[in-house]
Structure formats: structure tokens, C-alpha cells
């Protein structure tokens, strides 16, 4: 089976979470075709307030000036995917950092000017996934895009790791996050999500920021055919054995 696992940034600033991460999606590697995306949007904050820049979000998207632009690049890029590919050799992987630059993986245009150089993929070419993954290599996608013109974007995570499953033709998509999953007003989880459901939270401002963000990207992906979208808590110890064994774990995103 093919599986992107999108995981978001906070999971992997502790040593632990990464750890235990790592270890587990390289026994699910060995028997299932696997890709990595993950964000980083806590270390990308911290990187620009040790700087002195002040974090903008609208909708959940990082407003991305030039300056921020290069930030994104050695944040996603740089320091946050090394890391992950380091652990991942730590845990007898063969991982290959890449983004979405990476040979046309994923080609994005500019979302809105309000927001700068925040990227919205267009179109995504999974054919360096296929060569990676058949040759047991794991990918492990930082979310920054271009285009063929010289154009470098901010992408957010789960939108980066729809567009990588659509081009990897992925069954499932995980979008493993720092909560146990999608919370109505008094934080209990859902346990499945419809599509007008997650439409309404968001309407509501019960889904907001970041899970705002990534129930669009999810809704998107339900609409590009993925079969399986879920979105589950990615510190739960054992969680990706529990989910390959079939456990309801999380929220389940459904059409209807
Ligand atoms: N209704 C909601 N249910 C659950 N979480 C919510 C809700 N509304 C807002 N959130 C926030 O969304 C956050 C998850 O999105 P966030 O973008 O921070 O993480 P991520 O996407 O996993 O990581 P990254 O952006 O680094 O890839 C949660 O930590 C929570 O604070
Ligand atoms: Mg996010």
C-alpha cells in the first residue's frame, strides 16, 4: 500500500516523539511504500523571533516577505529535514532529504500577494517518489516549492503533503499533529469528520490556524480521490503500529 505520512513540525522538536517516530515508520517502510512530508512551523517561529522577526499568520499561512522566504528555505529545508533524515539513519532507514524543488516534485504559483511568497502547488510529479521508494529509499519532503521560472515558495506542510500524495498516487494520507485530533467547542475529538462537518468548524472558528489549514488540505485531498485521510496525534506512543493494525485512532476525514 502506498502511504504519505505528513508529519507536523512539534512532533519533531522533541528528541523523544522523533525517536519513537522514526523508529516505526521504518518498520511500516519495510513492508508498505512509504513517503515522508513534514512541516515545521514551531521552528521556523522560533528561528525568526530569535532574530527578531515577529510570526504573521492569516488562515493559518505564514506571511512570507523576502526575508522570511530565506528563513523558510534554511528552517524547512535545511536544519528541520536533516535532523529527520539524520534520525531516520539512526533507525536503519535510507532516508533522502528532498523538497519540492527536487527535480519538479511539486510546482507551486503564488496563493495571494497578501501573503508573499506562500506557494499553492499546481501540480506535483511523482515520478522521483516512485524511482526513491522502488529502490527502498525513503523520501523525506521539506514543504518548500518553485516553479521552472526561478520561483521558490513557502508551502504549507499538509498542503505539500496532498499535493506529494496525489503525485505518489498514495492511498492513505496520515497528518500526524501536536492534538489527538479534530476538537468540536468542548475539545472532544471527533472521531469521523464530513466534509461539510469540518467546513462548518472552520465557519465557526472552532477549526482554526493550523487546523484550519490542514482541514482544507485534507478536504482537498478527499477530493482528488485519496481513499484514506486521517488526522491523528503524533506523540501517542506506538501510534503507527496501532494505526497499521487498524486501530480508529484520531479523526477520520470522510466525503460524507
Ligand atoms: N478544532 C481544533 N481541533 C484541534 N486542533 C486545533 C483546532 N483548532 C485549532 N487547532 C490547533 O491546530 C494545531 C495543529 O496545527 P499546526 O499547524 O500547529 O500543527 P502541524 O500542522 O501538525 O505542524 P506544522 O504546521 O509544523 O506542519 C493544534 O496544535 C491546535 O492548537
Ligand atoms: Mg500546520
Do not use: W
Not at 524543488?101 to 497578501?114: I, T
Amino acid at each position: 500500500m502506498k502511504i504519505l505520512i505528513k508529519l507536523g513540525g512539534t512532533l519533531l522538536d522533541a528528541a523523544d516523539t522523533r525517536e519513537s517516530l522514526t523508529r516505526d515508520i521504518t518498520a511500516l517502510a519495510r513492508n508498505e511504500e512509504v513517503v515522508v512530508v513534514h512541516g515545521g512551523g514551531k521552528q521556523m517561529t522560533r528561528f525568526l523571533a530569535e532574530r527578531g522577526v515577529e510570526s504573521q499568520f492569516i488562515n493559518g499561512l505564514r506571511v512570507t516577505t523576502p526575508d522570511v522566504i530565506d528563513a523558510v528555505v534554511k528552517v524547512f529545508a535545511g536544519s528541520v529535514n536533516a535532523q529527520l533524515v539524520t534520525a531516520f539513519r539512526v533507525a536503519g532507514a535510507q532516508p533522502v532529504g528532498l523538497s519540492g524543488l527536487s527535480a519538479g516534485l511539486v510546482d507551486a504559483v503564488q496563493l495571494d500577494p497578501k501573503l508573499g511568497q506562500v506557494g499553492k502547488p499546481v501540480h506535483s510529479d511523482g515520478r522521483l517518489l516512485n524511482v526513491l521508494v522502488e529502490s527502498q529509499y525513503l523520501p523525506v519532503v521539506a514543504c518548500v516549492a518553485g516553479d521552472a521560472m526561478g520561483a521558490i515558495y513557502n508551502v504549507n506542510g499538509d498542503q505539500m503533503a496532498v499535493a506529494c500524495a496525489v503525485g505518489f498516487n498514495a492511498q492513505a494520507l496520515v497528518f500526524l499533529t501536536d492534538v489527538e485530533g479534530v476538537m468540536d467547542q468542548s475539545k472532544t475529538i471527533f472521531p469521523k469528520l464530513t466534509a461539510a462537518q469540518a467546513r462548518q468548524l472552520i465557519q465557526d472558528g472552532i477549526a482554526t490556524g493550523g487546523m484550519q489549514a490542514k482541514l482544507e488540505a485534507a478536504l482537498s485531498a478527499l477530493d482528488q480521490g485519496i481513499g484514506q485521510v486521517l488526522i491523528a496525534p503524533g506523540a501517542r506512543p506506538g501510534i503507527i503500529r496501532s494505526l497499521a493494525a487498524g486501530e480508529l485512532i484520531g479523526t477520520k476525514m470522510v466525503l460524507q
